[in-house]
Structures are given as C-alpha cells and as structure tokens.
C-alpha cells in the first residue's frame, strides 16, 4: 500500500475501521503515538473483560451466519432439479466453492489469533514494550472479521511472499499477558471489576464434569469463596455438597464475608471506644423536634472520629419527632459514619412498645421507624421479625432488607469493649476489610498505625476483605513495597488470584483461607 494511505487515506481508514469496528470514526485518526504502559493497566484489564464478551457475541452472531448459508445450501441441494433444465456442473461447482470458502472462515474464526509475543525490531532483535495502541490492536484482534477472497479489493499485482524471519532472541523480561491462562485468572480479573455473573460463569464453566479444571482443589475452593464474599448461601451450599462429594471432604462452613467486614469495624470502633467516657450527646427522658435539633449541632461540633450517643435515659418519644428521626437514622445508615450506642436497647424498647402487633390505629411512621433503627444496627433477623409483624398489621408490603454503610458499636455500660467483643487487647491486629475502590479506599495510615504497635504481629488480616480494584491493589502493592516482610492472611481465593495477577504477591506473602 503506498504510503499515502499510511498516512490516513481512506483505504487506511477503512481498514482500521474493520480492524476496530468499536470505535469511533473520529478516534481513528490518533490509533498510534500513545506512550507505552507496563504491566496490567486499568485499560489493558477492562479491554480483557471486554474482548471475550465481544468475542462470544461476534463469533455467535456470524456462526449464525454461516450456519444458515449451509442449511439453505443444503435445502438446494436436496430439492429435485427439473429435467427441461439443461444440468450443467457450473450451478453445483459454485455452490461447492462457496460451501468450502465457509468452512475456511469458520474454521479461521474458531482459531487464536492473537498471540502475547511483542513482534521482533527491525534490527533482529526484541522490540520494546507495547504500546497503549497495540494493546488495543491485540485486545480487538478476536473480532475482527474475515473477509473472503472474492469479496476483496482488487490488487493491482500480488505481493510477493515474505521470506520466513529467524526466530528472535529470547527477550530480557516477559511481555505483558493480556490473555488468561486459566478460568480462575478470568474470574479474578472479572470479580475485581464488579462483574460477578462473568467471573460465576467462568468458574462454573471450569468445573464441568470432564473439564480440564474439573478436578483442581483451587478452583472449587475459589467458587465457595466467591459465594462467600457475594453472600450467595444457596448456591454456596449446593457448590458445597459437591466440593465434599468429588474430595470425599466435609461440607465447607458457610460465612459472608460482607458480615466478617461489618464486624471487623466494628471490633475496631468498639476498641476506640470506652464507656466510661463521656459522650456526645445524651437523649432526654422525652425526645421531641428541639431535643434532634440539639442531636444534629451536637454531632456536628464533634471533635472524635467516632460519635457517642448515650439512650439510657429515654423514655418517649413525641409524636412530631418520629419523621425527623426516620430520616435521621436512614442517612446515617447510608452513609459510612462510625458511631457507639449507649444503652441501645432501651431505644429499641421504647420502639417496641411504641408499634403494637394488630393494631391498625397505631400510625405507620412508627414502624418505619423501628425498622430503620434495626436495619443501622445491623439486626437482620429482629428486622425481618418486625416487617414480618408490620405486614399482618396492616397487610402492605414491608420495605426490603438493604445492609446498612454505617456502623455502629454497641456499648455495655461497665465493660470494656475487648471484654464483651471477645477480643485480646494484647495483640492489636491490623485488617482489611470489606470493598476497596480506588487508591483513597485503602486506609493505609489505619493498617500501619495497627502494625506499629507494640507486639503487633506483621501481617495484615483480610478475613473481612471482599474485594479490590485495580486501583486499590496498585496502592496496596506500593505500600507493601516500603514495608518488605507482611503477611495477607486469609485472603480468599478470587481476591488472591487477582493480586499474584497485580504482582502483590511479590511484595507480601499471601496466604489464602484454608477452605
């Protein structure tokens, strides 16, 4: 081609276009030039989540295609040929050359196309790093479609062969992998970003009997894991009894792992905590619309990270301050405040009385109330008890169950808090815990203010950790590059893949849940 159209002619564009049918004409003008990127790039990851769902949609639509192509080819040819029709071999000839030109693009489209090596330099050896354009070529290699022959433009003249290249010197340090090795770094690249039915499906499909993957410990053990940290039972248990069917092992022990985060805050909030301490605020003996006015520029000149409410002295609660506590207690459940309550069951006393079962006279904003108090502090089964009696009382609809962001400590008057979460103030911990986007989620001042005191074991528990973006694992790599010698203990099992995939594992020893 000359090199008029390598510098943006419409043939050039034309077959850019086809290369990347998923871009924007206008894009194609800057295809190339971008700086080079190693490793697994945010872009580079999403574009190996993407490639296969275009690929799977692609490949189905045009085997479709091409399926149809043969059935209608056969319907031809099984159809009786009228005999006042001179039966020339030119009909047959042309439908046999096309039957064959499909199954040359079918069997090219059932092909990899794409291979990880870099291509060699024009001096013989390696060629440096990929860059973002490359990636970007690679990852929509397997949706470009195959043209036949005869569809083509017309060449002027044949090119002639290119002689075979001598295989190049091995390279200093492996190219960057944009494809999966195994079904397990599918899921773990798909579960970090959001994408459960992806990486469910990848694992499920690993497991099918007389799989390649069928038989591997690791891979059944990052499925029950990956109900763990979605909170799935049903599907846990079922996954469960043929874990211990297939390795002759016990039932795997169910546990959310949304739950161990929830608790792993709270035990920390329960240890900033002491109740002795003086507190916030203090409810009075009748609660009314001045008392929450004096609650809100209370918490609000609130110097701790932690608010203190003390309950032990409520008795009432006014007519004309149910609403405005409503909405109160519901912004601080989605919202990720920290706060201790003092006396909390008494509040929740007060709201029992307050919402008789069976009594229709009794109005419906206390209910919301009792319920959005429930569902703060974290009660699931009390909560689904009370919407259970709302609906016989007046035969509605309760509101679902929502977990809350916020999170409360419960304070016991007279006990420490080490005492009654059954925690050693002996051996302070570092975690962490629970979903952790972006560089700013990982708290990391909070892990080494843990790690640095005294006796303080080195290693970071993560029994309550659910999952990690590519961003935060980033971070948490960088961090643990200046801190050498941690440990990530009970890591689950797509979460530990996704990070030997991010290199953290070279940082920090990672040691997986045992089951």
């Known amino acids: 081609m000359s090199s008029k159209d390598d510098n943006g002619g419409l043939l050039s564009k034309v077959a850019k276009f086809v290369r990347n049918p998923l871009k924007d004409w206008s894009e194609l003008e800057g295809a190339g030039g971008n700086p080079a990127e190693l490793g697994y790039s945010r872009e580079a990851l999403k574009e190996l989540m993407e490639r ?38 030119l009909k047959v000839d042309r439908r046999a050359v096309t039957l064959r030109k499909i199954d040359e693009i079918e069997a090219q489209m059932s092909q990899q196309w794409w291979t990880s090596e870099p291509p060699p330099s024009a001096d013989g050896g390696r060629a440096g790093p990929p860059s973002l354009s490359e990636h970007h070529a690679r990852a929509y290699a397997d949706t470009a479609p195959a043209v036949p022959t005869d569809l083509q433009a017309p060449q002027a003249a044949p090119a002639p062969a290119a002689p075979p290249r001598p295989s190049p010197p091995p390279a200093a340090a492996p190219a960057p992998r944009l494809a999966f090795d195994t079904p397990l770094e599918e899921a773990a690249v798909r579960f970090a970003q959001g994408d459960d039915a992806g990486a469910e499906s990848a694992l499920r499909q690993a497991l099918v009997p007389g799989g390649a993957f069928a038989d591997q410990l690791q891979t059944w053990r990052a499925l029950l894991d990956f109900y763990r940290a979605t909170g799935d039972s049903d599907r846990f248990a079922e996954a469960g009894m043929h874990y211990a069917d297939r390795f002759n092992r016990p039932m795997p022990t169910w546990v959310s792992l949304r739950s161990l985060a929830r608790d792993a805050r709270t035990d920390l909030i329960a240890q900033r905590l002491d109740p002795r301490a003086g507190t916030d605020w203090q409810a009075p003996p009748r609660l009314d619309r001045p008392a929450l006015l004096a609650l809100t520029q209370a918490l609000s000149r609130a110097k701790g990270s932690v608010w203190r409410l003390d309950w032990r002295a409520l008795q009432h609660i006014e007519a004309d301050a149910v609403q405005p506590l409503t909405t109160l207690v519901t912004h601080w459940s989605l919202s990720p405040v920290q706060m201790g309550f003092l006396g909390a069951e008494n509040l929740l006393a007060v709201l029992s009385a307050a919402t008789p079962l069976g009594e229709r006279g009794v109005e419906a904003g206390w209910w919301s109330l009792h319920m959005a108090v429930l569902r703060l502090l974290n009660r699931l089964d009390d909560f689904e008890l009370v919407a259970l009696n709302y609906c016989i009382t007046y035969e509605i609809t309760p509101p679902s169950w929502q977990p809350p962001r916020g999170t409360v400590a419960e304070m016991v008057e007279g006990q420490q808090p080490s005492q009654r979460m059954g925690l050693d103030a002996g051996t302070p911990r570092a975690f962490l815990a629970g979903e952790l986007v972006g560089a700013e989620g990982l708290n990391w001042p909070q892990v080494e203010e843990a790690l640095d005191l005294p006796g303080a074991e080195p290693e970071i528990d993560c029994a309550g950790l659910v999952r990690m973006d590519l961003a935060a694992a980033e971070a948490l790599r960088a961090r643990l590059t200046s801190r050498p010698g941690l440990r990530l203990v009970e890591v689950h099992g797509v979460l530990a893949e996704f990070l030997r995939l991010t290199g953290v594992d070279r940082c920090a020893a990672l040691l997986p849940r045992a089951g």
């Open 52 to 89: 296969r769902q275009r690929n799977d949609f692609v490949r189905r639509r045009e085997f479709d295609m091409l399926r149809k192509l043969r059935q209608r080819g056969a319907a031809d040819d099984a159809g009786p040929i009228s005999s006042s029709l001179p039966t020339t071999g």
